[in-house]
């Protein structure tokens, strides 16, 4: 059965990718990086930000765990 994913950060920090799948894997927190691949076609110069999703059932726990480590995002109400 496939799961719904929802955005969970979107970035233009090269590291905050690695950081938070490595917070939440620790939790285990299944998520998956989008666009990685493209910020490496632009150059790796920030212009194009990375994603990272989770499962739409996980998304309240990792935003929970992400607020916890001091990781600032961005939801769709603004920042966080």
Same mark, same amino acid.
């Given at each position: 059965? =496939?799961?719904?994913? &929802? #955005? ?18 620790? &939790?285990?927190? #299944? =998520? ?9 076609? #632009? ?28 990781? &600032?995002?961005? #939801?769709? &109400?603004?920042?966080?």
């Amino acid at each position: 059965m =496939c799961r719904p994913m &929802e #955005e969970l950060l979107r970035t233009n920090d090269p590291t905050l990718i690695p950081y938070a799948t490595a917070l939440l894997k620790a &939790e285990d927190i #299944e =998520c998956f990086p989008l666009d990685i691949n493209m910020s490496v076609l #632009e150059g790796s110069i920030g212009v194009l930000p990375r994603r990272l999703m989770v499962h739409a059932d996980d998304l309240a726990r990792a935003r929970m765990i992400l607020r916890a480590n001091g990781v &600032e995002y961005y #939801e769709r &109400e603004g920042w966080i």
